[in-house]
Nanobody, 123 residues
């Protein structure tokens, strides 16, 4: 069992930055691929970014060049640095962990989810 706790959400003006953190419980963090998804009101939860166990990264086209994912296995934490934020980035952001090496961009490939953290970007 893996428990994930997100933090770092908040409100920011367009063009600003936020850094989300996701702390994982357990000793096996390094064996999981990690991802961030987001869900805006009335929309499906969508893939944002993922990082594999070996550090390979995957980005949605909408955030490429603005968002950066990283992980610290010693701290069992994954980070999402979000720069040049836009109003369309407003959503609840969820951290997720997957045991499989496949499916980095696929919501159903993830085994564990955090409770989410709200990000609001005003114009």
């Amino acid at each position: 069992q893996v428990q994930l706790v997100e933090s770092g959400g908040g409100s920011v003006q367009a063009g600003g930055s936020l850094r989300l953190s996701c702390a994982a419980s357990g000793r096996t963090f390094s064996s999981y691929g990690m991802g961030w998804f987001r869900q805006a009101p009335g929309k499906e939860r969508e893939f944002v970014v993922a990082i594999s166990r070996s550090g390979g990264t995957y980005y949605a086209d909408s955030v490429k060049g603005r968002f950066t994912i990283s992980r610290d296995n010693a701290e069992s934490t994954v980070y999402l640095q979000m720069n040049s934020l836009k109003p369309e980035d407003t959503a609840v952001y969820y951290c997720a962990a997957r045991k499989s090496i496949m499916g980095a961009r696929i919501r159903d490939a993830y085994d564990y989810w955090g409770q989410g953290t709200q990000v609001t970007v005003s114009s």
